[in-house]
């Protein structure tokens, strides 16, 4: 059989690293694009012999052109596409308003701006039938934030949700399946920045009915399943990943 090719973005560091790295493992060939050219070197090394990286910002057009040209010369065509670029920035009810819409579209824009353009430019290049693309959501999106500033991020990964599920529709007929994933808190990201206190993350595990916050291999586990054969009659789901704390 002829080796699969996935993309992730944003697969320099977190849960896009994982997932590279667990569809490496799978024998996959991989390419990484994120923002900062020194991280992506070394999430490469990481995943592996073999692995391309591409620096690029997602929600820029042009930016998106010129990296999907080098990613459709270099790679062919694409089974496996994950969208998990992005990052949030603190805006709340009480923001200033100038401040809140600078900040509003930068987290519009990263988040859900870049999902939409990658996955359009991408699609000339995805396996039909039998390609993925697989989606990355949050918690935020489906209940909110347990604490104040969330109002850009929960926003962007509505829409992504959304962006998800309309896709599914439109390239079922070409057998590909469009996904999302929905996480809850995972510890073990550069997602907060220097992280939150402790405390913080104990009250978070104390409030889930698994009792534990989220790893990064949770996420991958399951964008490996989504991504597989198994997994050839679902799309147009968002899976959500949070250890109950929907329901804790």
């Known amino acids: 059989m002829t080796q699969r090719t996935a993309i992730?973005?944003?697969?320099?560091?977190?849960?896009?690293?994982?997932?590279?790295?667990?569809?490496?493992?799978?024998?996959?060939?991989?390419?990484i694009v994120?923002?900062?050219?020194?991280?992506?070197?070394?999430?490469?090394?990481?995943?592996?012999?073999?692995?391309?990286?591409?620096?690029?910002?997602?929600s820029r057009r042009g930016e998106v052109?010129?990296?999907v040209a080098r990613l459709a010369e270099d790679l062919g065509t694409v089974d496996v596409l994950v969208n998990n670029a992005g990052f949030t920035r603190v805006i709340a009810a009480d923001t200033p308003l100038a401040q809140a819409e600078r900040e509003w579209d930068a987290v519009i824009e990263g988040n859900l701006k870049?999902?939409?353009l990658f996955t359009l430019a991408m699609l000339p290049h995805l396996?039909?039938?039998g390609g993925r693309i697989i989606n990355l959501s949050s918690i935020a999106a489906q209940c909110g934030s347990g604490s104040p500033g969330a109002l850009g991020y929960s926003a962007a990964k509505a829409g992504v949700q959304g962006f998800t599920l309309n896709l599914a529709r439109e390239l079922g007929p070409q057998g590909i399946t469009v996904n999302a994933i929905a996480?809850?808190?995972?510890?073990?990201?550069?997602?907060?920045?220097?992280g939150l206190p402790q405390e913080r993350i104990d009250a978070i595990a104390a409030e889930t009915p698994l009792a534990r916050t989220g790893r990064v291999?949770?996420?991958?586990?399951?964008?490996?399943?989504?991504?597989?054969?198994?997994?050839?009659?679902?799309?147009?789901?968002?899976?959500s990943i949070n250890g109950g704390a929907r329901v804790g």
């Open 183 to 194: 996480p809850g808190f995972i510890a073990d990201t550069r997602f907060f920045g220097a």
């Open 114 to 116: 870049s999902t939409f």
């Open 217 to 239: 291999e949770d996420i991958a586990a399951a964008a490996l399943w989504l991504a597989s054969e198994q997994a050839s009659f679902i799309t147009g789901t968002i899976t």
């Open 34 to 58: 994120a923002r900062d050219p020194q991280r992506l070197q070394q999430a490469a090394r990481q995943i592996g012999p073999g692995t391309r990286h591409y620096a690029a910002d997602l």
């Open 65 to 67: 052109e010129e990296v």
């Open 8 to 31: 992730i973005t944003g697969g320099s560091s977190g849960i896009g690293l994982a997932i590279a790295q667990q569809l490496a493992q799978q024998d996959y060939r991989i390419a």
């Open 127 to 129: 396996r039909k039938p």
